[in-house]
């Protein structure tokens, strides 16, 4: 027990002491740890697992005999899943002119599939196609205009003769515009979405992806002259696909 003197001073005032308490015997705490800081949630978007749901369009444009040995070529693009059934979006130009669906396959988690052309509307620059890959994870299709100045990802398989991991690669840019017309190799694209995402070689056909990770376009091209790239790449909006195909996941 706490035990409490009281004593009047010569000058009047109240003096007060109090026995000391016992030594403490608690064991030492340790010192807290310091916990990292935590990015906003708008960085927080898991694009890892997007990933698996994003493939390689490969088509054979021809073969040639060289030494004795065949030499096969081929032009690579991108696409993703938009159904569970193995269903894929990508861009028509990506499929040139097949003249044999043998010519065309998608390679997703290791495997080449062959693929069969389901749709294609060239004044779009989209195409469905199907492959037999089992049950597929598909990405969410946006509902609603993204704003502009948002942050958006272009994912693609970039630059095929160089990487021979056959991984996608994603490019971080924002939303520098929509319902964009432009003069493209003589002809007039119009609607289109705008992007200082780079979309390199072999990106056509890609998602563009909102900060939620909801695709709100198809990569088509980037703005280029004498092959140097201009800060701004194109892609068609997801809403084009909708009102063409029934898309309505």
Request: positive net charge; aromatic residues 6%.
């Amino acid at each position: 027990m706490k035990r409490l003197f009281v004593a009047i001073g010569s000058a009047g005032l109240l003096l007060a002491c109090a026995t000391a308490p016992p030594p403490c015997r608690c064991p030492a705490q340790p010192p807290p740890v310091a916990q990292a800081a935590q990015p906003p949630a708008a960085d927080r978007l898991a694009l890892e697992p997007l990933m698996a749901s994003v493939v390689q369009i490969r088509v054979k444009v021809g073969e040639r005999v060289v030494a004795g040995r065949r030499e096969e070529s081929y032009e690579y693009g991108t696409g993703f899943f938009v159904d569970e059934r193995g269903r894929i979006l990508t861009s028509a130009h990506v499929l040139g002119s097949i003249d044999d669906p043998r010519h065309l396959a998608v390679v997703h988690a290791g495997r080449t599939l062959q693929a069969r052309i389901l749709k294609v509307d060239r004044d779009s620059d989209l195409a469905v196609l199907l492959v037999d890959a089992g049950r597929t994870r598909p990405l969410i299709l946006a509902g609603s205009p993204v704003e502009l100045g948002a942050k958006v990802y272009a994912v693609g398989y970039p630059f095929v003769d160089v990487f021979t991991d056959n991984e996608p690669a994603v490019s971080v840019g924002h939303l520098a515009g929509s319902g964009r017309d432009i003069d493209y190799e003589g002809r007039q694209v119009k609607g289109l979405l705008l992007t200082d995402a780079f979309v390199a070689d072999g990106c056509s056909g890609g998602p563009l992806l909102s900060k939620d990770g909801q695709v709100i376009g198809v990569l088509r091209f980037n703005l280029a002259r004498k092959g140097t790239w201009l800060g701004l790449s194109f892609a068609q909006p997801i809403a084009a696909y909708r009102a063409l195909f029934g898309g309505g996941r």
